[in-house]
C-alpha cells in the first residue's frame, strides 16, 4: 500500500484521514466527494484529511490498491483501514459502515 506523506502525518496527529477514488467529473463521483466533505465538516471538523484520486488520471493506483469500482472511500486512519462504494447519501449507513462515530438520537417531545 502506497500513502502519501500528508495522510501519513495526519494520521500521526489523530486526524481522520480518507481517500476517495472517483472517476473525473461523473455524477456518482461528485456526489460522493460532496458528501464526504459535509460528512467530515459536521462530525470532524479541523481533524481529517481528505486525498482525491482520479481512477482517470491514476489508473495504476487504484489496481494497486485493488479499487476497481469508483466512487469509493477509503478510511485510512484511524485503524482499522475500511472501505465503502456508492455515493455516501446515506449518512448513518456510510458512519455504521466506515465504523465511525454516529449522531446520538435524540427523542422527540
Request: glycine share 6%; net charge negative.
Amino acid at each position: 500500500m502506497n500513502s502519501s506523506p500528508a495522510a501519513s502525518n495526519a494520521a500521526s496527529h489523530g486526524a481522520y484521514v480518507f481517500q476517495i477514488y472517483v472517476a473525473g467529473g461523473a455524477p456518482n463521483s461528485v456526489q460522493a466527494l460532496a458528501n464526504l466533505y459535509a460528512l467530515c465538516r459536521e462530525y470532524f471538523p479541523g481533524s481529517h484529511r481528505i486525498e482525491v484520486i482520479d481512477v482517470l488520471k491514476e489508473p495504476l493506483r487504484a489496481l494497486e490498491e485493488v479499487i476497481l469500482v469508483t466512487p469509493t472511500v477509503v478510511k485510512v486512519s484511524p485503524a482499522p483501514r475500511q472501505q465503502i462504494i456508492g455515493n455516501l447519501s446515506q449518512e448513518e449507513e456510510v458512519l455504521r459502515a466506515l465504523g465511525l462515530p454516529q449522531k446520538e438520537q435524540k427523542e422527540n417531545g
